[in-house]
């Protein structure tokens, strides 16, 4: 079965060190990979996505993540954290073999302290 | 271009009626998908149109159904409301499998 997990529900981390969110999937076809970022009462907002080719993609405001197929890992990270980054953010699994269904980690809240 | 919008924003209503919920994909997007976002379920998929039709199905009992309309805007339905529909949906379109661009949700309260 599909399955996305984020081991870390709550991270805390200080206003310009470094951010690492983890996800694992478990996904029988080639997986596409994203990661949103969602803000209090808000929708989810595309931070990046993994297709094929290179392993290191970038993203907006500063993210990148890099897909490991060998460890089904495809972990976020931002080199130095701004307090506008506290948010909830979701790693989320989608594919060609399930129409428009993603299939969302449980979200990793991250509080910056200054 | 416009991104994705959902009306209401926010909605109250009580057991046992039954509420419907509209979504604006960005244009030239013909997949809308919905999700059910709670705290305690998380992001749970709830169903998925192309075209007018419904080509995917996520785990929900039939008193939730969806529509879309030949402009690619969808329609939600929950009948028959109970406390635990209280969630945020969230509306999604994209282009086909693709990528997914989110709207900013409406929060249904039920009491």
């Known amino acids: 079965a599909q399955s996305v997990t984020q081991p870390d529900i709550h991270i805390t981390v200080s206003e310009g060190a470094s951010l690492e969110l983890r996800c694992n999937y478990s996904?029988?076809?080639?997986?596409?990979l994203f990661w949103y970022v969602q803000s209090p009462g808000q929708g989810l907002q595309l931070l990046l996505k993994?297709?094929?080719?290179?392993?290191l993609v970038q993203g907006i405001k500063g993210f990148e993540a890099e897909f490991k197929r060998s460890q089904s890992s495809f972990n976020l990270r931002k080199p130095s954290v701004h307090w506008s980054d506290a948010a909830e953010y979701f790693c989320?699994?989608?594919?060609?073999?399930?129409?428009?269904?993603?299939?969302f980690g449980a979200g990793t809240q991250v509080v910056v302290t200054p | 271009k416009a991104g994705v919008t959902q009306t209401p924003r926010y909605l109250i209503k009580t057991r046992g009626q039954q509420v419907t919920l509209s979504c604006s994909p960005i244009?030239?997007?013909?997949?809308v998908s919905w999700y059910q976002q709670t705290p305690g379920q998380g992001l749970q998929f709830l169903f998925e149109?192309?075209?007018?039709?419904?080509?995917n199905k996520g785990n929900f009992p039939g008193r939730f159904s969806g529509r879309q309309f030949s402009n690619s805007r969808s329609e939600m339905n929950v009948s028959t409301l109970e406390l635990g529909d209280s969630a945020l949906y969230l509306c999604?379109?994209?282009?086909?499998?693709?990528?997914?661009?989110f709207g900013p949700g409406t929060r249904l309260t039920v009491l």
């Open positions: 996904y029988g076809a080639t997986p596409y």
């Open positions: 989320a699994v989608g594919g060609t073999d399930s129409w428009g269904k993603f299939q």
């Open positions: 244009s030239g997007h013909r997949s």
């Open positions: 993994y297709f094929s080719g290179d392993t």
């Open positions: 149109y192309f075209s007018e039709t419904q080509r």
């Open positions: 999604a379109s994209s282009t086909d499998t693709d990528t997914q661009y």
